[in-house]
């Protein structure tokens, strides 16, 4: 067998290993035979707790990544003709390759940002701008990322700023929740509380412990059957459901998911201090788990080479932290970044 050297760093909270809890829910999901395809007691469990955790009208629909629950979800909610309404920085916008185009179909219309978070103005020339005629997609959905891709948060009042506008605009609201946990866990709230308003939430579990598995978290009754259909039209629905399902319902139960992301919201904090002893301020306000360090344009090369981070632009560097990063990843990353913050 070849040796494998693994190094822990900040590329990504995906790039992290397993949480224990999880692989022993793996290890138990494998003992005997059950039906197919979510047929199966371990998905029955997933969805008994997903009415604890998101209300009694909420159905789970687990998923195999983060792309196929945001197609998925997005698509649900639009007609051929619609179109759904990001920020530029969004996820759906710049890291989905073109799976919402390719597999959904959707078009994707972009408005400005402030740190990463659409507001009701920056909203409204999205909207403003359609004339109603059959030659231009009609604006009909918006998605939110909670947390943002530059690390922020939308607080509840936001987020009820931003749902209400959607309902006086006749909109419906995806939130991309792959980091909602970090997000909950920053501002104290439960994740129903997280997603009132909300008619589909993707709700991540690879970037919070998981081995592999997120999920469509139907808020909206009415959208039950279209995801569960477009679930498997999207190439989304697992034969051995129970694997996918165990897992989320080991992040779910006795609020592991709070844990692993409070872990990680922590990490990012102890960074942000240890940065500021070196007279450093991150790019963006930190509000879950990611960290935007500035660094000298001239040394981003050797930076990204030598210190566990992704370069994201020009001159800055995103370091996230993970439910394992421990005091000693943190000192660690400091060292090496320390050289080239000092110039």
Partial sequence: ??????????????????????????????E?????????????????????????????????????????????LLQRWDAVVATVESHMVNDESTAPQLVGGTRITTVASQDGKATPELLAP??????????????????????????TTYSLDELAALTGFARERGARVH???????????????????????????SFGGTKNGLLLGDAVVVLDPALAEPVDRLRKASTQLASKLRFVSAQLLALLEDDLWRENA??????????????????????????????????????????????????????????VASFDTTEDDVDALVARLAPFLRG
């Fill in 175 to 201: 939130v991309d929740g792959a980091r909602i946990a970090n997000a909950a866990a920053r501002l104290g709230t439960g994740l129903g509380e997280l997603t009132s308003g909300v008619d589909v939430l």
């Fill in 126 to 151: 999205a909207f403003d701008a359609y004339d109603g005629t059959v030659h231009h997609a009609r604006p009909a959905a918006i998605t939110l990322a909670q947390s943002t891709e530059l690390g």
């Fill in 32 to 76: 005997g035979h059950v039906p197919s395809y979510g047929a199966d007691p371990l998905t029955a469990a997933l969805q008994e707790r997903v009415t604890d955790v998101f209300g009694p009208d909420a159905t789970i629909y687990p998923v195999f990544n983060g792309t196929g629950a945001n197609v998925v979800a997005v698509q649900a």
């Fill in 262 to 319: 409070a872990h990680a919201n922590a990490a990012a904090d102890l960074l942000v201090e240890r940065l500021a002893a070196l007279g450093v301020a991150p790019r963006y306000p930190v509000q879950a788990n990611a960290v935007f360090v500035p660094v000298p344009p001239e040394v981003l090369p050797r930076v990204v080479t030598e210190a566990p981070v992704l370069a994201w632009d020009a001159g800055t560097v995103r370091a």
């Fill in 1 to 30: 067998m070849v040796p494998v050297t693994l190094t822990r760093g900040f590329l990504s909270d995906n790039a992290s290993g397993v949480h224990p809890k999880v692989l022993a829910a793996i290890a138990a999901a494998n």
